[in-house]
């Protein structure tokens, strides 16, 4: 196949994907029990009139989509409406447009709270992940080097005990610590109230609460960086053009840092593309112990406020953000080893 | 002749695992773990569904000779808490990997053993799921539907079946092309035959170690979205006296006994089950592990005949 076709492939699957993920979206928060025409109006003091206006406001009053009038409980419709008048197609063309709809706790746009939210997210995962990935390399490197030596023993049963540690308790306790012991913010991404002197002191200030859960995500993904490295490397290091390497008088640190180092390189871009929806449930998790305002805290108070269109929108926002992440990765990596490409 | 074969390949089994060190402890992990769940009521000091008389002095009280482990926010006894809490979380982590494993190895099998069009649909369905986070998912669906025992089980159990799916499926597909499933075939025997006398006692193996790493997963999912708040109040899981310690002043009480016990208990079992079943991944699928610049232990070599060959015997004779 040509670079091209595997190229339009992947894209073309990525975006099959998206409408996938746009379909069930829509589809999950009107076919469950929660219904969000009923969740969102659940006050006894509105009247009547109040409830239809609300309705109205967001769109509910419409048909959820041809032939369908509302889908729980099942009630059939008209099938010669016009599309473009159901639910499902307004809601289409609005994330077109780029619009997720409007908060019902907050009453703005999702889009616009959403947005501020990923960067802050963006912000404390990519630094958890450098951290991680250059540890996790590091030591799965030297792990597989040294397999069936104590260091390797040492190395695989810290990264299990990293694997089975629930992220949030782990959070909880260095919260804990981290708040008794040294002092550190007890949560939030500034000082509430603080008069900052300057960039200089704001950066500091963010700095300074991002050390707790920046910890807390590299413990969690070091352990499985680190065991996937070292069987990765332990696989090339089996290969013969390492044993040329060692005949041709090369040194050890030389063909870890030049064969195994970079044949290992390649998985290793795949993996943590595909790690992508792990890391989104330890955001999550993070955020939430420690009030982090990032798209994952905003989907857990999205829940405690019955909040669907918020809800739904840090879904598929996260959603689609792993799956382009996975394409991008799917590419690098067809770029890096033109084989894939072949194959 | 059948049997025979068949137990003398579990006690090839058994001796190879034997000397897995870390199966073995996984495995007393494990053991240990059940054993407190079912035998809560004798061992836990109080029971924690009886009223009692709280004074304020109750509440997160530390630990002392009547309360080993302190009390939580309503103040009840945390280590009994802790013994009850394991039914929860053992009870979630089974039944929600038995779902997924159960979904995962149909769709591996069909998709491995038919191939062609179906395999296709299969496995690109469970690509989309691959792709799609769970948590996220898990969160929206638990949200949506009312939060109890019964559908975190169920959103659980079907969101974790896509690592089953596919480690079945390709171990189906190289099952497929062995000798005695092409001499099955010729002396005409269906499909379902061969799958069932053929491929499953092949796959099962595998699957069986997997299901161990399914059902810590499993166990981690539950306590994350009892955490978030998303489970039925009235069962307390250790997520949930986790949720309850941490969003009713446990912090700021500095009662580090409501907060520590919980998470040990998951970290505990989840820990045991990830033991077990890279132990048994080990014994089932041995990788060699050794290489040019080693520098440990050379890998022992197993006597312990692989299982594939008591089946291999059968599908002869038969």
């Given amino acids: 196949m040509s670079g091209y076709g595997y190229l339009l492939k992947k894209i073309g699957w990525a975006l099959f994907t998206i409408v996938f993920v746009i379909v069930l979206n829509f589809f999950l928060f009107r076919v469950l029990p929660g219904d969000p025409a009923r969740a969102g109006l659940r006050d006894p003091r509105l009247t009547v009139e109040a409830i239809e206006a609300i309705r109205v406001r967001f769109g509910l009053d419409k048909p959820v989509i041809n032939c369908f009038e509302t889908l729980n409980p099942l009630k059939l419709g008209s099938c010669t409406v016009n599309p473009m008048q159901t639910q499902f197609f307004i809601y289409v063309g609005n994330l077109l447009r780029g619009e997720l709809g409007i908060s019902y706790h907050t009453n703005r746009p999702v889009a616009d709270m959403l947005i501020e939210r990923l960067w802050n997210t963006v912000l404390l995962v990519g630094a958890g992940q450098i951290f991680a990935i250059i540890i996790g390399i590091t030591l799965g490197l030297v792990a597989a080097w040294r397999a069936r030596t104590a260091v390797d023993y040492a190395a695989l049963v810290s990264s299990l005990m990293a694997w089975s540690l629930p992220t949030f308790w782990l959070g909880i306790i260095l919260l804990f610590i981290g708040s008794r012991q040294f002092g550190l913010p007890i949560g939030g991404k500034a000082t509430p109230g603080a008069n900052f002197a300057g960039v200089w002191e704001e950066w500091l200030d963010t700095a300074r609460h991002m050390i707790l859960p920046t910890l807390t995500f590299t413990i969690v993904f070091v352990g499985e960086y680190m065991l996937i490295m070292r069987s990765t490397v332990l696989d090339v290091l089996s290969e013969d053009y390492i044993l040329t390497a060692k005949a041709k008088g090369l040194s050890t640190f030389q063909i870890l840092k030049d064969h195994a180092l970079r044949n290992s390189m390649l998985p290793m871009v795949t993996i943590i593309a595909l790690n992508l929806g792990f890391t989104v449930a330890g955001a999550i998790q993070i955020e939430t112990v420690f009030s982090w305002p990032g798209l994952g805290q905003s989907i857990f108070e999205a829940v405690g406020r019955r909040d669907y269109p918020m809800l739904q929108g840090a879904f598929l926002l996260i959603a689609v953000s792993v799956i382009l992440a996975n394409l991008i990765a799917d590419l690098l990596y067809s770029y890096l080893d033109p084989r894939v490409r072949a194959g | ?318």
Avoid at chain 2, 10 to 26: A, C, E, H, L
Avoid at chain 2, 147 to 176: C, E, H
Avoid at chain 2, 234 to 248: I, V
């Fill in chain 2, 1 to 318: 002749m059948t049997v025979q074969v068949e137990v003398s390949s579990f006690t090839g089994f058994w001796n190879s695992f034997k000397r897995n060190r870390m199966g073995i402890v996984g495995l007393i992990m494990v053991i240990a773990a059940v054993a407190m769940a079912v035998l809560a009521p004798w061992i836990a000091p109080y029971d924690p569904k009886a009223p009692i008389q709280v004074t304020i002095d109750d509440i997160y009280a530390p630990p002392s000779p009547e309360h080993w482990l302190g009390t939580d926010d309503a103040g009840k006894d945390v280590l009994s808490n802790f013994i009850y809490g394991a039914r929860v979380s053992l009870t979630v982590g089974f039944f929600a990997s038995f779902i997924s494993i159960v979904i995962g190895g149909v769709i591996g099998i069909v998709a491995g053993f038919y191939g062609g069009r179906t395999e296709n649909v299969l496995m690109r369905l469970t690509d989309i799921m691959l792709v799609i986070p769970d948590l996220p998912l898990a969160v929206v669906l638990v949200a949506l539907t009312k939060p109890s025992l019964l559908n975190i089980i169920f959103v659980i159990g079907i969101l974790g079946w896509t690592s089953t799916a596919r480690l079945v499926r390709s171990q189906a597909l190289s099952v497929k092309e062995r000798k005695f499933v092409l001499r099955a075939r010729a002396i005409g025997a269906s499909n379902m035959y061969i799958v069932r006398r053929h491929i499953l006692p092949l796959v099962l193996p595998l699957m069986v170690a997997n299901t161990v790493l399914v059902i810590s997963l499993a166990i981690l999912n539950e306590s994350t979205l009892s955490f978030l708040g998303l489970s039925d109040p009235t069962t307390l899981s250790w997520g949930q006296m986790l949720n309850f310690a941490f969003t009713r002043g446990g912090m700021s009480a500095g009662a580090w006994w409501a907060l520590v016990t919980p998470g040990f208990g998951i970290v505990w079992v989840v820990l045991g089950c990830t033991l077990l079943g890279h132990g048994l991944e080990q014994v089932l699928n041995p990788r060699l592990e050794t290489h040019h610049l080693s520098v440990g232990a050379e890998m022992v070599a197993r006597p312990a005949r692989p299982p594939t060959h008591a089946v291999d015997a059968r599908a002869i004779e038969g």
